[in-house]
């Protein structure tokens, strides 16, 4: 099994609609959680931490669940813009790498 | 401005012609790592470094080499460089390895031929 696995889509949503993509884990160890975003052909870039809470910045929230080792990514009002590849990053405490999914590819039409 | 620097962004080479990719950055990290990224694979890590003269292996070390001299710079080496190695290569820092943000460089698409 996958130490992070993703969905790798392409998801297809029109303007304003809401979609939200899970990413599952396999080491309980995993302590810290991540969510970035990469466009095409560029450099991964932070979006958002998961925290054990769960996170929400502006359309964009976050959750964690434990129990089923998952965390999820929930985009409302999806704009044009948000058209990308978003990567989940599990990475077990202890260990000196991040460990990155695969990647679920967005994809936002008019 | 916080960066992550890379040289060169594109790269074509031939086999077995030893290259250098530079990575330089200016938030005094000390965590330091390379990843390539292929499609249907994902980022999977090359080589890291926990400080000077601090490296080891990540999951994917074959045909490279890293180096840490200095605090700011980890230069990924290609000593005879394979078209299996064609591919794009990013660099990034972070404070620490496992828990807090890292900055990638804009990436360095290599081509073997």
């Known amino acids: 099994r996958k130490e992070v696995e993703q969905d790798p889509g392409p998801f297809n949503v029109p303007e304003g609609a809401t979609v939200a993509f899970n990413c599952t884990y396999s080491n309980s160890a995993s302590q810290s959680f991540f969510w970035y975003r990469q466009d095409c052909r560029k450099e991964p870039k932070l979006l958002m931490s998961?925290?054990?809470s769960g996170n929400e910045d502006g359309r964009f929230t976050a959750q964690l669940n434990r129990a089923s080792q998952y965390i999820s990514l929930l985009i409302r009002d999806s704009k044009l813009s948000d058209s990308a590849t978003y990567l989940c990053v599990a990475p077990p405490t202890g260990f000196q790498k991040l460990v990155f999914g695969t990647g679920t590819r967005l994809l936002v039409s008019p | 401005e916080a960066q992550v620097t890379q040289n060169p962004r594109y790269l074509i080479t031939v086999t077995g012609k030893k290259l250098t990719v530079t990575c330089s950055q200016n938030m005094n990290h000390e965590y330091m790592s390379w990843y390539r990224q292929d499609p249907g694979l994902g980022l999977r890590q090359i080589y890291y470094s926990m400080n000077v003269e601090v490296t080891d292996k990540g999951d994917v070390p074959e045909g490279y080499k890293v180096s840490r001299k200095e605090k700011r710079n980890f230069p990924l080496i290609l000593e005879s460089p394979s078209p299996n190695q064609t591919s794009l290569y990013f660099c990034?820092?972070?404070?620490?390895?496992?828990?807090?943000?890292?900055?990638f460089g804009q990436g360095t698409r290599l081509t073997v031929v």
């Open positions: 998961v925290y054990s």
């Open positions: 990034a820092s972070s404070l620490f390895p496992g828990n807090t943000e890292a900055f």
